[in-house]
């Protein structure tokens, strides 16, 4: 494979050899400590030609035809005039002489969750800080202080969490680790709990039709884990957690620098929950037992020869709810057990400069995953296993100045999955080779010093074994009135491989039958097809000389096949069919950010869904469980000393409809009134920094107790038809309680 991926970077030059021909001046900027300047105005004087450094404090600039001076200028430094002669193509730029910086005073800092301003996509930032002000012990519970993200409980046995972005449920959206694709196919359901809170150094969240470098999935957007690194996170990091639901948790870092070039870290996570509750007195646990250990040893390389990384991760998850008791003399009990082992080993190779090109780079990730899932849900037993190859080697270069940039990517995608609920098989392989490029200008802007318009234009093709070829082009800009404010469009198509039972394995907490095709017969499920479009404004200024940020996002997803769960057709049955006819998403969303005093940070985001498709009976009607309006409430204060922090955030959820259940008797359905009514949820949490080393936090969920009283449909006779644990618009459990401490002795 690194033949291969040397041959394509040859081509590559060849291809266009126009790509680094020598009508450019190449540089560098770095200051009298050789720290590289990222960001530095680099211009020719006396005219309107200039461009600034990248991440790596470099500079591509249209070279002139005589004796001439380079201007470069940066914020804090004097600016230098340098005299470049003809046929000089390659220079150093040392800035030197601090100016004005006798005295450095902080009076304000960032938002712990913020849009940058200067990305041409809308990508919201979620730092470590942000995600330590709710125990997000697990990626899914890392959302919680999130106007973007909707979390949910699709069933009342099973724990597992969900995710909703633009209105649309998480399997709509791509998941990555470190820009990389990862736990799809039958891992779906339990994707986000499978990365424990401690390992996440930050997550990206990208929103509306994004880049096309990791596949033609991501309908709605992006959401990539970064975890910590090796050579950057605490040789020794322990952080332990307890809760009031009968959780346990401990999460341990190990971290040791090998050498100047060499690092490597083991991060182990163990927790479980072990109860008897039932606050409604259904006879059925309110929250299921579980037990899960996940190892993961990371090796990361970064020297002269590239930078490299070899991850393994492994885990084992079960999980144990149902039926605590019987009702009647020898009637069977209703009992959950879920099972799931995951292997995963994936590395990634870079390497700048490649044959000598100072803007050619060449980078490769691979992964092989397996994950085997058997579960009994009362009478429904559900068996798969699957095995995954992903590979991608990418090249990135320039276009004659580093306004121009160019990135291609041929990749490989195989999922084997052995798959049977009950006597039903669903046994299928999918290999998807593909092929995308992507090009970006930026036209830069002297006076602010940033790009001021950026434009990306993307595409890839696709041949999918089962469904053939698939063409995705996508398009993403921004313009900037200021350095602080910025607006952005974006446009694409994406397409998804539904992995029907798996993305839905909730429902198996029924005794409906699953049925793979519409009511009237035919139309069984296929690829799914969409386009998304949106727009993003965003604002950062000051009221009353403090910090504020506001934001607007407005998407449509339209879709051209869906496959739709339908459970309003039939009691008795679960129908999946594709579906060519009118179904979409509007979604609507509104933020606002201000530190209001010294320590004090408030955060307002208001939500407004649309989603509605047409179902096989001909009418357009709104998706079940998703709220129309939303709302969320975010204060966090640090006192001055930074001794305290205190964080609350109080969610609000609107009306949601609930599946059609006038097929079932009246008396049964008292507790599943559609339109749902519109509650709220009171969090808070207070943490003491004791010193660098300790910290001690607690708090609650939940405060109000607000609570779904029966979320199990006719719980006393598990074996009738109309038995369904599938409609939970509200929460299952009333205060949560919870204590944790963190640890490290270099300090947190």
């Not at 940039?405 to 609920?421: G, R, T």
């Not at 602010?448 to 993307?458: A, H, S």
Request: with cysteine; charged share 20%; glycine share 8%.
């Amino acid at each position: 494979m690194k033949h291969l991926s040397i041959l394509l970077a040859g081509f590559f030059c060849l291809l266009f050899p126009q790509i680094h021909a020598q009508k450019t001046i190449s540089g560098i900027v770095t200051n009298e400590r050789e720290e590289l300047l990222i960001g530095a105005t680099v211009f020719w004087k006396n005219t309107q030609k200039g461009t600034v450094t990248d991440t790596a404090g470099r500079f591509t600039i249209e070279a002139q035809p005589q004796a001439a001076t380079l201007v470069v200028s940066y914020i804090g430094y004097t600016p230098a005039e340098v005299e470049v002669l003809p046929g000089e193509n390659n220079i150093w730029i040392e800035v030197s002489g601090i100016s004005q910086l006798k005295e450095v005073v902080v009076s304000e800092r960032g938002f712990d969750t913020h849009v940058s301003t200067l990305d041409a996509r809308n990508i919201e930032s979620i730092s470590s800080k942000e995600l330590r002000k709710a125990p997000c012990c697990n990626l899914s519970e890392s959302f919680q202080t999130n106007g973007a993200i909707d979390v949910t409980y699709p069933n009342a046995l099973t724990g597992v969490k969900e995710i909703q972005l633009l209105g649309l449920r998480g399997i709509y959206s791509q998941f990555m680790v470190e820009n990389r694709p990862t736990m799809t196919g039958i891992a779906t359901p339990f994707a986000f709990e499978y990365i424990p809170g401690t390992w996440l150094s930050g997550i990206a969240l990208a929103k509306g039709a994004s880049t096309v470098k990791n596949g033609n999935v991501g309908i709605t957007g992006q959401i990539n884990a970064d975890l910590v690194k090796p050579l950057t996170d605490k040789p020794l990091f322990v952080n332990a957690f307890g809760s009031s639901e009968g959780r346990g948790e401990l999460n341990v870092h190990l971290n040791r620098k090998l050498n100047d070039q060499t690092s490597n870290g083991l991060y182990v996570h163990g927790s479980f929950v072990e109860n008897r509750w039932d606050m409604n007195d259904d006879n059925f646990k309110d929250s299921p037992d579980r037990q899960q250990l996940n190892a993961m040893y990371r090796l990361q390389y970064d020297g002269p020869a590239g930078c490299a990384q070899i991850n393994v991760q492994a885990l084992t998850d079960r999980r144990q709810s149902g039926q605590l008791s019987a009702f009647v003399p020898d009637q069977t009990l209703f009992e959950i057990d879920q099972n799931n082992d995951r292997v995963e080993v994936w590395g990634k190779y870079g390497k700048e400069q490649l044959f000598g090109h100072r803007f050619l780079e060449l980078g490769n990730m691979g992964s092989y995953s397996w994950h085997r899932s058997r579960s009994q849900f009362g009478t429904n037993a559900y068996q798969a296993e699957q095995r995954s190859v992903y590979w991608q080697t990418l090249l990135q270069t320039i276009i004659g100045t580093t306004d121009h940039a160019l990135v291609v990517a041929p990749s490989v995608q195989l999922d084997d999955i052995k798959e049977q609920v009950n006597d039903l098989n669903l046994d299928r392989r999918d290999l998807v080779p593909g092929m995308m490029a992507e090009y970006t200008y930026s036209r830069s802007s002297l006076a602010m010093e940033i790009p001021r318009f950026v434009l990306v234009l993307g595409g890839r093709i696709d041949w999918h074994s089962r469904f053939g070829w698939q063409a995705t082009p996508r398009v993403s800009a921004k313009y900037n009135f200021t350095e602080n404010s910025v607006l952005r469009l974006s446009g694409g198509r994406g397409f998804r491989s539904p992995n029907v039972m798996a993305e839905n394995i909730s429902l198996l907490a029924s005794n409906r039958t699953p049925v793979f095709n519409a009511p009237n017969g035919g139309n069984a499920p296929g690829v799914e097809e969409a386009w998304n479009y949106g727009v993003n404004y965003t604002q950062n200024f000051k009221i009353a000389g403090r910090s504020a940020s506001a934001s607007v996002d407005a998407y449509r997803t339209d879709f051209v096949k869906q496959v739709l769960v339908d459970v309003d057709a039939d009691y008795s049955k679960i129908y999946f069919y594709s579906s060519e006819n009118q179904s979409f998403s509007n979604s609507v969303l509104l933020s606002f950010q201000y530190n209001l005093l010294r320590g004090l940070d408030v955060k307002l985001a208001a939500k407004w869904n649309d989603v509605r498709a047409t179902f096989a009976d001909g009418q357009l009607k709104t998706l079940p469980l998703v709220a129309r309006y939303r709302g969320l409430v975010s204060i966090d204060y640090v006192t001055p000393n930074k001794k305290w922090s205190f964080n609350t955030y109080t969610q609000i959820i609107g009306r949601q409809r609930l599946p059609d259940n006038s097929q079932v008797p009246h008396y049964l359905t008292h507790d599943f009134p559609s339109p749902t009514p519109v509650f709220a949820l009171v969090n808070a949490q207070a943490t003491r920094h004791l010193n660098k080393k300790w910290e001690l936090y607690a708090g609650c969920e939940n405060i109000g107790g607000y609570q779904q009283h029966h979320t199990i449909m006719d719980y006393t006779r598990p074996d009738s038809p109309y038995f369904n644990g599938s409609q939970v618009w509200a929460p299952m459990m009333r205060q949560v309680g919870y204590i944790g401490v963190r640890f490290s002795p270099k300090g947190l």
